[in-house]
């Protein structure tokens, strides 16, 4: 099975990964902005609780966990003419 | 089916789907500059790639547009599974419970796979038709109607209906639909011949047990075989419509050819075939065919130039149809549609 044609656009990898982290990043602010509505409607202010506090031993492992994978899809377009 | 996307592929889709936007206004804005720079293109398909590939070496915009349509032919296949494998288990018992219903699946583990379907990406989404065993729901519900509807002019599922008005008749008992896929061009055949015996066809059991989901879901009794459309097995005379949409254009034109055969086979004295594909380049001028091709070689669609090429209501004449037609439908010429009735 081949995933592309002769001519197909030859990827930038500098360019292909500023859009994965564009694209992370809109995640995060979406994400943070679902995070603020949900604890405003239960009357709850976030904003100064969230600057001060700290990981639980369970969220910093998760953080850990999602941060290593996303390197490494972000430097995939580097990485994967290697493999 | 109804569903949320979770919070990570919710977002994911959206940043993929309005970068596809801005990635369309970026593209009107390449394809003027490049109308008033070189205004005279040559005749040949290869030699115009070329001719613009040169034009273009040193344009940052150019390049920009480039690498962001890369971008999304690369990716929005992997966001999309990635958005489904999070709401997967939550969704599997609506999945289970559509699986049974009035609408019939029967999948051959032993389908012949053309070369056509196994070679390809089609729009180069990951894996391919079956590079998922859920690419059904996660193309029909998530590619489709989340990121694909959001990038092409017009209602896309209306497209698919207003097509069916171009038939001279609102009365036939059994319709043939080849390349079913996730079932969305089966629910408007369902709603404008309500009264028909639809069956429909693919290749990929994942498209097509979707396709059975949605036919199940909305309260059809389709019939859906996993079978090539140039090869079905059934039998001589046994439809009065045979229909396809945007089909043609993911096969050569040697299986183009195949479809069109079986199809008259199929047909009873007097059945129609009817056919929605890419608009023919006889019906676009060199700019916007050049276009075509550089969407259609940067997109997995390695036989578009031969479909968009192809005379197809000549092609049914020559296998013995009458009173074939082609012509292109609303603003853009698409879809392009094709009818051609069976001598009675």
Known sequence: ?83 | MEFDLRQRGRASVDFAADLGQATGKLSALVRQSIRDDLPELADDLDERLAQVDALVADSESFRGYRQLGEWLAEQHGRIAIDAYEEIEEELKPKMVELGQGATTLELDPNCPVPDYFKDVWFHRTTGGWDGHEEMGFIHGEIIHKRYVAKNYPGDIFAQRGKVLEELPRTDYRDIFEVGSSSGHYTVKLAERFPDANITGCDISAPMLRHAQRTGNELGHAWRLLQVPGEATGLPDESFDLVTHFIILHEVPESAARALFEEAYRLLRPGGHLFTSDVRAYRDMDRHDQWHAEYLAVNGGEPYWREAASLDLAALAEDIGFEDARSYGLGDFGYPWVTFAAKPK
């Open chain 1, 1 to 83: 099975m081949s995933e592309k044609q002769p001519g197909v656009t030859e990827p930038d990898p500098l360019f292909q990964v500023t859009l994965s982290l564009a694209k992370e990043l809109w995640v995060v602010k979406d994400r943070q902005a679902v995070l603020e509505e949900v604890l405003g409607q239960k009357g709850i202010d976030v904003a100064e609780a969230v600057d001060t506090h700290q990981p639980s031993p369970e969220l910093a492992a998760k953080l850990d966990e999602e941060r290593k994978r996303w390197l490494s899809d972000l430097i995939a377009p580097y990485r994967e003419p290697l493999e």
